[in-house]
């Protein structure tokens, strides 16, 4: 289905002048059967490496891909520009949409069915039955899931450790005793805090470390509000604090991608973040496993907080039926799942692809992955918007921003505050 000229122009010049006032870059590759508009929050340098994979993959089938990058981690930005493309009738051909949020979207009516391709592709058996379960709405397959990213993680600059003469840390009071010796050697101990975002991230792996995979689903998955109330949740919130004090006061604002760099270059000792940072650092030109260790976050408990980007195909756009197929079937080839997942800092979802040339991090994220799907103890992360849906994420993320801005709250008072407002925004989405 080859849409006329003018329509292309108008994608491609909406795209520009949005790229434009935003300042994402937007980038069209020349081909002729088809144009497909992909709207996400890959802008770091490692991001938009990834996403060339695909629109350069694309062209060379002939297939134009409109990278339409609106930045801001975790996607809050992004989100808001669908809801506005919606409103000028400017939909994309595919936009990044995970966890719940798949399903309401489905609802709208507004997403298209790619069950031809899935099938073709034997979606079902090439994927982890949870990934494949949450890319379905009503029996139809709606999206396409990229990768498996891991939350909770430390990226630890070594030299810095070695400098400040701490361990590898193994469990919580060695965690802190890492840092205090970092900010004795002068050296920031923590790259975080810029934004409520980051915070959440931080948080989320905290709570896993602390409580393990059924405290977990019960809090967040199922908002238990005893779970959400309970001591555990409090202990969670007074690590945070702790963390806290050990990250630059005057870090806000400050992106994920940069802080990264912080602990790339040794300015700061360690980063508590999703292996999204892994891509990062591989394009900064260290190597993950060598120059900067990953550890799981250290707590009582063992666990994978799982992530898993995906891309929800919509109806009423001016992108291209055939372009938009290209691009989910793409998605999931072994070529993409290497090439995309090696630059990106995650696994592959596609089962079976070879991790032959992957660094040592990725390697122990898949066998952690593998043990944790045996043991019962891989959750999807709330804080990446796998558990719940768009209200009952914001109410949780906002009990965390404030205790975090406000230091006299106390952790049990946040735990408490967590379960009320959690428990209020489900309701008020059920209405
Ligand atoms: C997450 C996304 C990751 C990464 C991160 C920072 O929501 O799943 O792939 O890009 O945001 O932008």
Redesign the pocket.
């Known amino acids: 289905m080859k849409k006329t000229g003018w329509l292309r122009t108008s994608v491609v010049a909406s795209v520009s002048a949005a790229a434009l006032t935003m300042g994402m870059s937007a980038t069209a590759v020349a081909a002729d059967k088809g144009t497909v508009s992909v709207l996400n929050?890959?802008?770091?340098g490692s991001?938009a490496k990834s996403m060339h994979v695909l629109q350069q993959m694309l062209a060379d089938q002939g297939y134009k891909m409109v990278n339409d990058a609106v930045s801001?981690?975790?996607?809050s930005n992004a989100r808001t520009v669908l809801k506005s493309r919606i409103q000028s009738d400017n939909l994309p051909g595919a936009a990044?949409i995970?966890g719940p949020e798949i399903q309401q979207w489905c609802q709208t009516g507004l997403t298209q069915n790619i069950d031809s391709v899935a099938k073709a592709g034997n979606w079902s058996k090439i994927l982890p039955g949870p990934i494949a379960k949450g890319m379905q709405c009503d029996g139809h397959w709606v999206a396409v899931p990229f990768?498996i990213?891991r939350i909770n993680w430390l990226w630890i600059n070594k030299a810095a450790m070695k400098k400040a003469g701490a361990d590898m840390p193994t469990d919580w009071p060695s965690f802190v005793d890492a840092l205090k010796k970092l900010k004795a050697a002068g050296i920031t101990p923590i790259a975080g805090g810029g934004d409520n975002?980051q915070v959440a991230t931080e948080f989320d792996a905290i709570a896993m470390a602390t409580g393990g995979a059924d405290f977990y689903r019960k809090a967040f998955v199922d908002l238990n509000a005893e779970a959400l109330s309970s001591d555990t949740m409090a202990k969670a919130f007074s690590r945070l604090r702790t963390i806290q004090k050990y990250e630059d006061p005057n870090g806000t604002g400050l992106s994920?991608?940069h802080d990264t760099g912080l602990v790339v270059k040794g300015q700061a000792g360690i980063q508590i973040m999703?292996d999204?940072a892994k891509g990062e650092i591989t394009n900064a030109g260290s190597t993950p496993g060598n120059e900067i260790a990953c550890i799981a976050m250290p707590g009582e408990h063992d666990g994978f907080i799982y992530?898993a980007?995906s891309f929800e195909i919509f109806s009423h756009t001016k992108s291209d039926k055939a372009a938009q197929d290209a691009f989910a079937k793409t998605a999931l080839s072994p070529k993409f799942q290497r090439k995309f997942n090696m630059a990106?800092g995650?696994i592959p979802v596609r089962e079976g692809v070879s991790l032959k040339g992957f660094d040592a991090c990725a390697k122990k994220s898949e066998k952690d992955f593998k043990q944790a799907e045996k043991n019962n103890a891989l959750v999807p992360s709330f804080s990446?918007?796998m558990a719940e849906s768009g209200a009952v994420k914001g109410a949780i993320f906002d009990v965390i921003a404030r205790f975090y801005n406000d230091k006299s709250m106390t952790p049990e008072a946040a735990a408490k505050q967590m379960a009320s407002q959690a428990k209020q925004a489900h309701m008020m989405s059920q209405m």
């Open positions: 929050w890959w802008t770091s991001e801001g981690g975790g996607g990044q995970k990768n990213h975002w994920w991608n999703g999204w992530n980007d990106k995650s990446q918007d």
